[in-house]
């Protein structure tokens, strides 16, 4: 039974997964808020919050709302073994990856702050009147994946997953439905077996297969993440231990609880 103090807040901008999220908390009987203005409502204050959200929404409402949102580590996928990557991840600062002339894919680790693709070399990143050079990104050789795979994790099992795409391009399919969908999940749990003890108890790992054999793309916020096709009721599980009220995060999320800015809100 959920508590009538508790509530799914959504962002100004509807997308298709917190629309199916909508109805998965109307079915438990789940309160959902979508605020129109960047600003927390006087009568949400102090409610238990739950969030679905972009980053920069998140972190204005992250202050006013008490929220814990769990995110991985900026370098858990540099640390991760070269058998679970397939090639040689960097975590570093964005100033150094602008000294870099090889063609490298670079990418901020937890938001959006600019795009994460293939740079023919450093010199095509941000410059420093767009980005901070301090700013933490991972630096990675570059590698095709063929099909690749999102799985929603709580507590270090597999709980949801979908095929998001297929070399390169956006190809989204249930995972039953998927010729290497069997093969995505137990890769996966061999990555959570290999790695849970250094991510969030909710959090998205994505999978995919390449000519090196299965690696891992990269870990998300699950409560940034689109869901594709994936079961959108263990999705709203994992969603709503993701990014939930701080206060009621066991201690071992502590570690993982994204640093929010103090945010200049937008009307």
């Given amino acids: 039974m959920i508590s009538a103090d508790r509530v799914l807040v959504l962002a100004p901008r ?67 073994p070269r058998e679970l990557t397939r090639r040689e991840i960097t975590a570093t600062t964005l100033a150094h990856a602008r000294t870099l002339r090889t063609p490298v894919f670079v990418k901020p680790p937890n938001d959006k702050s600019f795009p994460a693709r293939v740079y023919r070399d450093g010199t095509e990143l941000p410059g420093s009147d767009a980005a901070d050079p301090d700013t933490k ?44 969908g069997v093969d995505a999940l137990a890769f996966g749990a061999d990555v959570l077996a290999a790695s849970a003890a250094g991510l969030p108890s909710a959090i998205v790992v994505d999978v995919g297969v390449t000519d090196r054999g299965w690696a891992v793309v990269e870990a998300n916020a699950a409560w940034a993440s689109g869901g594709y096709a994936s079961d959108v009721d263990a999705l709203l599980d994992v969603v709503l231990r993701a990014g939930g009220p701080r206060r009621e995060h066991e201690p071992r999320d502590t570690p993982f609880l994204r640093h929010a800015p103090v945010v200049r809100r937008r009307t």
């Fill in 14 to 80: 509807s997308t298709d997964t917190d629309r199916d999220l909508v109805s998965a908390a109307h079915r438990r009987g789940l309160p959902v808020r979508r605020l129109h203005t960047w600003r927390v409502p006087n009568n949400l204050v102090g409610v238990r919050a739950h969030l679905y959200a972009g980053p920069l929404f998140a972190d204005a409402m992250a202050r006013d709302l008490d929220l814990g949102l769990l995110e991985a580590p900026e370098d858990w996928l540099a640390e991760l």
């Fill in 137 to 180: 990104v991972l630096v990675s050789e570059t590698i095709s994946f063929r099909a690749e795979f999102r799985l929603f994790c709580l507590d270090g099992v597999v709980r949801a997953a979908s095929r998001y795409a297929v070399d390169g391009d956006l190809a989204v399919a249930p995972i039953e439905e998927c010729a290497r």
